[in-house]
Nanobody, 125 residues
Framework: QVQLVESGGGLVQAGGSLRLSCAASGGTFSTYHMGWFRQAPGKERDFVSAISRSGIIRDYSDSVKGRFTISRDNAKNTVYLQMNSLKPEDTAVYYC??????????????????WGQGTQVTVSS
């Protein structure tokens, strides 16, 4: 079983930045596609960003493209989400996830096998 632990969430003002981290253990990190998802109160869990095993392929939702950057360090078994120019609409619990399958759309929530506990991001206006 793979364990994922997110960190780096907090309270920031609109226009500020945060860097989320997700540390993985219990598996072979470099063989997994990794993704970030978020869920606001009363809403469904939505795709934010994903990165392929080697980091060559990256995908972003339209709402965060140009503001967020996903990256990974396979030597540290860690995936990151750099969030700049934050908006109140970005407020949510952010989850990282790992996927064993190597084919298919990276943004498909149902295709991910392991999930972290989530970290709260709150953006004030």
């Amino acid at each position: 079983q793979v364990q994922l632990v997110e960190s780096g969430g907090g309270l920031v003002q609109a226009g500020g930045s945060l860097r989320l981290s997700c540390a993985a253990s219990g598996g072979t990190f470099s063989t997994y596609h990794m993704g970030w998802f978020r869920q606001a109160p009363g809403k469904e869990r939505d795709f934010v960003s994903a990165i392929s095993r080697s980091g060559i392929i990256r995908d972003y939702s339209d709402s965060v493209k140009g503001r967020f950057t996903i990256s990974r360090d396979n030597a540290k078994n860690t995936v990151y989400l750099q969030m700049n120019s934050l908006k109140p609409e970005d407020t949510a619990v952010y989850y990282c996830a790992a996927r064993i399958r190597s084919t298919g759309l990276l943004r498909a929530t149902i295709s991910y096998d392991y999930w972290g506990q989530g970290t709260q991001v709150t953006v004030s206006s």
